[in-house]
């Protein structure tokens, strides 16, 4: 992997991990057009600029990691724990799915749904929790179950619980607040998980290239977090539906 290599996909990971337009779906695209083998080495890589994603959403919410915010964060544990199951009982399987068919085929189901999400079931006068800590154990718990769609590839962690989020009753900015903090346990069981696997592997990697990738990704995560708040002030997701179905069948023209 050179420089620019790390630098194109730590753009990629920071500015599509906290949207809900799949980042795994992005990255994997990108690596077959970059020409970047599946390797350990690579593994370490991404365990990087996962970590760095992770302290983005840290230092954004770093008033919500306190003492004094037990009660969200026993929520958001909640909602960690359906994910967390079926990913440990079925981690063989999911790679098994890992594909660019998969990917397209869950970027356009996920823009429909989007779509459908957007046209039919949110009413402005419905969505009634715009703070995130005013969310109930149920709804937590719903969100958490949605969110196991996204151990498909291209359905997108943050898409899957943003669309849980709304179907229960929160406003648009407090569904991706949902998700950006439902993040954290999620990424960090699956980077510590990594890392473990894959510690040995930092030893062959270039220490340059994975420092750019780090300082990139968390950069341009942190920006994308405020972006997209400021975003969701004035416009709906409609934009990301129509997005993920042109991307989706852009791929299945290319790849097949």
Do not use: C
């Not at 992005?26 to 970590?51: N, R, W």
């Not at 154990?137 to 719903?142: D, T, V």
């Not at 950069?219 to 994308?224: E, K, S, V, W």
Request: proline fraction near 2%.
């Amino acid at each position: 992997m050179t420089i620019f290599d790390s630098i194109i996909l730590g753009i990629i990971e920071g500015f599509t991990e906290f949207l809900p337009i799949s980042s795994t779906g992005h990255l994997i695209v990108a690596s077959e057009f970059l020409g970047i083998d599946q390797t350990a080495v690579t593994k370490a890589y991404e365990v990087i600029i996962q970590f760095a994603a992770i302290l983005a959403v840290i230092l954004n919410y770093r008033d919500k990691f306190t003492i004094k915010k037990v009660d969200l964060w026993s929520k958001i544990f909640l909602a960690f724990i359906p994910i967390g199951t079926v990913g440990f009982i079925f981690s063989n399987q999911i790679k098994d799915l890992f594909s660019i068919q998969i990917v397209a085929i869950m970027f356009i189901v996920g823009g429909i749904i989007f779509l459908v999400v957007e046209k039919f079931f949110i009413h402005e006068d419905k969505m009634s929790i715009d703070n995130i800590e005013d969310v109930t154990l149920n709804q937590a718990m719903i969100i958490g179950f949605a969110q196991i769609f996204a151990l498909i590839p291209g359905t997108s962690r943050a898409g899957s619980t943003i669309i849980g989020a709304l179907l229960v009753g929160l406003t648009r900015k407090a569904s991706a607040e949902f998700s950006f903090l439902l993040a954290f346990p999620v990424m960090s069981a699956v980077t510590a998980y990594d890392l473990l696997k894959h510690y040995k592997d930092f030893s062959d990697a270039n220490l340059l290239t994975l420092s750019v990738g780090f300082v990139v990704a968390f950069f341009i995560a942190y920006l994308t977090i405020k972006l997209f708040l400021v975003f969701l002030e004035k416009f709906t997701f409609v934009i990301f539906g129509i997005y993920r179905i042109i991307f989706g069948v852009v791929l299945l023209i290319l790849f097949n």
